[in-house]
């Protein structure tokens, strides 16, 4: 399904393209504003508590635990036109093409005092044999104070120049359907902290991984993925 071919520019000045295909990743400050994010917010959290149904990933709805919910745009009224996934799919033309796509996008939230990780992992790992596994990139936008105690993300900078490593089912010990997890050296990771409305973008080759939620503060993340076209 694609998004609707409205149209919402943001233009990435040359410096912040040159970094992300440098080190694999950029952080966007203020993508959208917080009129925006209480909006997408407001549907959000309906979403994770079952009163806006959105399929999830794997088992439905725990309370407490990780929530992860699939294509939440293609369910809730209005998603597919925000501002927020027009931006993003604009970008990532910048990124990777004119020709990229939106592919899929997900909801992952954390409650506050949760331990659930989401595994080091290169987004290419789950889609291997795919055009996704080469030129592809993902938008990862807080809709809460998102940094390492919480459950931020954390990045292995340049990894995108690498092949796509070798990743382990770990779904035995992780709340995520279908789990992934490669090795890494996380002595190198670097943590970014991210504001509501702030975004990253990163390659999908680029090596990954979220903490746990050790704070009272819950994370509450809305992924969105681009391919470039055939």
């Known amino acids: 399904m694609k998004l609707e071919k409205c149209v919402s520019s943001f233009h990435l000045s040359e410096h912040l ?7 694999g990743f950029i952080k966007v400050e203020n993508f959208i504003d917080q009129d925006q994010v209480d909006e997408l917010s407001h549907d959000y959290d309906k979403a994770v508590s079952g009163e806006i149904h959105v399929p999830a990933s794997g ?3 725990v309370e407490g635990r990780m929530v992860q919910l699939v294509n939440p745009s ?5 998603w597919q036109q925000h501002d927020y996934f027009l931006q993003a799919w604009d970008v990532a033309k910048q990124l990777i093409g004119l020709d990229a796509v939106y592919v899929y ?4 939230f954390k ?3 949760h331990p659930a990780e989401v595994p080091w992992h290169q987004d290419a790992g789950y889609w291997q044999k795919t055009r996704g596994s080469d030129n592809a990139v993902t938008c990862w936008l807080a809709l809460s104070h998102a940094w390492k105690q919480n459950g931020g993300m954390q990045f292995i900078t340049g990894s995108h120049r690498g092949k796509i490593a070798e990743h382990y089912n770990v779904s035995h010990r992780s709340e995520m359907n279908s789990a992934l997890e490669t090795k890494v050296d996380p002595s190198q990771s670097v943590s970014v902290s991210l504001e509501p409305g702030d975004v990253t973008f990163h390659h999908c080759r680029m090596l990954h991984h979220t903490g746990g939620n050790y704070t009272d503060t819950p994370r509450r993340g ?3 993925h681009f391919w470039a076209g055939d």
């Not at 996008?105 to 992952?108: A, E, G, R, V």
Request: hydrophobic residues 35%.
């Open 17 to 23: 393209v040159s970094c992300f295909h440098d080190q």
């Open 59 to 61: 088992s439905d709805h």
């Open 74 to 78: 293609q369910h809730i009224a209005g």
């Open 105 to 108: 996008d997900q909801m992952i």
């Open 111 to 113: 409650p506050a005092h």
């Open 222 to 224: 809305l992924i969105t």
